[in-house]
């Protein structure tokens, strides 16, 4: 069985400095990590995924996550956060073999403050 | 171009009836998803196609819950004698993976199902 956690509910952060959104994740086999933000009444939008290769991935809208196998971690991160980043952000796991089954955390609500 | 698109955005049933919820997913993507997502959770897998083939429904909570995609482009996700818990968001996604899942899904906006 694959699971992901998110260990807090939510992240306050002010504008114009880093955040990180923490994710773990539990897997048998080699992981597919992505992470997807949400906007009130939305669906969910893709922001960047680890496949295999540099541990560092970059994505959409200045965000990055660093994969970290030993730690099970996959912590999303923003050097210089903005307002219009508060939204509401998922990590997802899926694994080889698994024909695109996804697990999802709970969710981190990012607020951003001027 | 178009993504994902779902519709109704928004159902109230009342508990014993039947409801069908539509995605039309992103044109020329072979994998279809549907998802479910209670207030403050994260979405949980229901049932997944590949073209026509539905190869994975081991997320659908009961047999009321029954989904088709005939033709490999549209699907419907219908529940049957809903009742109160079946109240959620449902999620459609696509990609253009078959049968490889590091492609990334493309999620619809999601119909909000409310049972009174």
């Known amino acids: 069985a694959q699971s992901v956690a998110q260990p807090e509910d939510q992240v306050n952060v002010a504008e114009g400095n880093p955040l990180t959104v923490k994710c773990t994740y539990s897997?048998?086999?080699?992981?597919?990590l992505f992470w997807y933000v949400q906007y009130p009444n939305r669906g969910l939008q893709f922001l960047l995924k680890?496949?295999?290769?540099?541990?560092l991935v970059k994505g959409s809208y200045g965000f990055e996550a660093e994969f970290n196998k030993s730690q099970t971690s996959f912590h999303l991160k923003k050097p210089s956060a903005l307002v219009s980043d508060s939204a509401l952000y998922f990590c997802?796991?899926?694994?080889?073999?698994?024909?695109?089954?996804?697990?999802f955390g709970t969710g981190t609500r990012l607020q951003v403050t001027l | 171009g178009a993504g994902v698109s779902q519709s109704p955005r928004y159902k109230v049933a009342k508990r014993g009836q039947d409801v069908a919820l539509r995605c039309d997913p992103i044109?020329?993507?072979?994998?279809l998803f549907w998802y479910q997502q209670a207030l403050g959770q994260g979405p949980e897998f229901l049932t997944y196609?590949?073209?026509?083939?539905?190869?994975?429904k081991s997320g659908l909570p009961s047999d009321r819950f029954f989904a088709e995609r005939p033709e490999g482009s549209v699907s419907t996700l219908k529940i049957q004698r809903t009742q109160q818990e079946d109240s959620a968001v449902y999620l459609c996604?696509?990609?253009?993976?078959?049968?490889?899942?590091?492609?990334?899904?493309?999620f619809g906006d999601g119909t909000r199902l409310s049972i009174l």
């Open positions: 996604a696509s990609s253009l993976a078959q049968g490889d899942s590091n492609q990334p899904q493309h």
């Open positions: 897997v048998s086999g080699n992981p597919y």
């Open positions: 680890y496949i295999t290769g540099d541990n």
């Open positions: 997802a796991v899926g694994y080889t073999g698994t024909a695109s089954k996804l697990t």
């Open positions: 044109s020329g993507h072979v994998s």
């Open positions: 196609f590949q073209n026509e083939a539905q190869l994975d």
